[in-house]
Structure formats: C-alpha cells, structure tokens
C-alpha cells in the first residue's frame, strides 16, 4: 500500500516537472537564436559599412586624380634643335672635353701613370730594353727612360690647349647638327682630329724636343744606343724620338678628349650647361 503510494507521488511530480522543463529548454533554444540572429545582423552590417568606406575611398581617389590631371597642363613640344643651337652646343662639349683633357695630360704622371695613355718603350727599341737590362749599371737607365718620355709629354700637354680652340671656330652649322646628332660618342673628337692633328704635330715636336731634352730622356737615349749599338751583330737603333713621342702625346690628349666626349653624350650630369643639356637631351 505505501509502496503503490509513493509511486503515485513520484509518477505525479515527473508529470509536474515536464512541462516546466520543456518550457526551460524551449525558453534556452530561443534565447541561442536571437543571438544567432544579432550576431549575423551585426556582421551584415559592418561589411556594408566596410564596403561602403571603400566605395567612398575609390571615388575620392578618382576625383582627386581627375582634379590632378585637370590641373596639370599637358607639357609643351620640344622645338626641333637648331644649327645655332648645334653649333654652340657641340663647341661647348668639346671645350669642356679639351680643357680636361689638356689639365689631366699636364699633371705629373698623367701620361705616366694612365694606362689609357701610357708612352711605351719604342716597339723597334724593345729588343735593346731587354738586352740592356742585363748589362750592369744600364738597368737604371732602362727603368727611369720610358718614364722620362711620358714626363716630356706632360710638360708639352699645355700647348695643345690654344691649338684646339682655335679650332672650334672653323665648325660650320651643318656639320655641328651632324656631330650632335651622330650615333658615335667620340665624333665630335674624332671631327677636330682631323682638321688639327698635323697642326698639333707640328707645334708639339719643338716642345717635346726640348722637353726630352729637360728630363734627362735625350741624356738616357744616347747612353742606351751608344752601348746597344757597340753589341755584335745587333742592328743599330735609329728610332727619331722626338717623333716617336710627339705622335704619341697628341694621341694621348685625342684619348682623353673622346673619354671627356663619351661623358658628356652618355651622363646628363656632365651637361654642366643649359646649352649642353637641351643640345644632348634633344639628340
């Protein structure tokens, strides 16, 4: 009897609390869903706001670019180079080039000591330096007298210097629009060598003659061939070297003036002038 009892009573408060367990679960389900549906909304949101600022951004960019453009003036056309502006523009980039040039080549050891214009031991002297060399009391000889040829051409350099620019003048228009706009970086050099190499020539000798005499390397020629020559059976040595080393230093200061050439045509920051840069810029 009191067992049939307390299962009434049991069976009664399971029934009872039924409900409200359901109503607990169903009340915790739409709690979950309402967050759910914020949280979505909120998301919804911020990628409308998002694409929103960068819909805006995007149409400040195009408007301020557009202002930009507008306010820019579109640049003006280059006029066609004239022969004036040839002539004065290819006169100008060769004196810049013979002024270094001749101050580089007068510098001790400008000859000397750059490869690009060192003056050799004579090609037809070359057998005397090495059989000369292992005679006692010659090698110094043989050691100091290819540097005394260079140092001649040094102390002759300066005269090349007025020859030059006397010769600018005699470039006409046409051919100074021709050496501008020429493909070679050296053609303006290689223009003046030819109207001025034997002028050169001809005014170097006097100074290298007495400049080979002042640095001791006429001194070390006799010295060298007198002994050379008293050898058996060895061809004497007839090398003129006053015209060995003027040819050689007026090649010099060619070499260097068509490096200096080069320069001005290849680097914008050797046109030193406003002529040089709207001459060479235009080419």
């Given amino acids: 009897m009191f067992t049939r009892f307390v299962t009434l009573l049991l069976t009664a408060g399971l029934l009872a609390a039924a409900p409200a367990a359901r109503a607990q679960t169903t009340k915790k389900t739409t709690k979950t869903k309402t967050t759910a549906t914020k949280t979505a909304t909120a998301k919804a949101a911020a990628a409308k706001a998002a694409a929103a600022k960068t819909a805006a951004a995007k149409a400040a960019a195009t408007k301020a670019a557009a202002t930009k453009a507008a306010a820019t003036p579109a640049p003006a056309p280059v006029a066609p180079l004239t022969e004036a ?12 080039s013979v002024t270094k040039a001749v101050e580089f080549a007068s510098e001790k050891d400008g000859f000397n000591l750059n490869d690009d214009i060192h003056i050799p031991f004579p090609e037809d002297m070359v057998l005397m330096k090495s059989t000369l060399g292992r005679i006692p009391g010659m090698s110094t000889v043989v050691s100091t007298f290819e540097t ?19 010769a600018l003048a005699n470039i006409s228009l046409t051919d100074a629009l021709g050496l501008v706009t020429s493909s070679s970086t050296d053609a303006a050099t290689q223009f003046l ?15 290298i003659t007495a400049a080979i005499s002042q640095v001791g390397a006429e001194a070390a020629y006799t010295k060298m061939t007198t002994q050379y020559n008293r050898i058996p059976l060895m061809t004497p040595v007839q090398t003129d070297l006053s015209a060995y080393t003027t040819q050689k230093a007026v090649d010099g200061i060619f070499i260097l003036m068509a490096q200096e050439e ?9 046109r030193t002038t406003d002529l040089l840069k709207r001459v060479f810029a235009t080419k």
């Fill in 85 to 96: 502006e040839a002539s004065g523009g290819i006169k100008d980039a060769l004196n810049k």
């Fill in 148 to 166: 005394q040829l260079n140092r001649a051409a040094e102390a002759a350099a300066p005269k090349a210097k007025g020859i030059f620019l006397a």
């Fill in 262 to 270: 080069a320069k001005i045509r290849r680097n914008p920051a050797a």
């Fill in 193 to 207: 060598r030819k109207s001025t190499e034997a002028q050169l020539v001809a005014a170097f000798k006097p100074d």
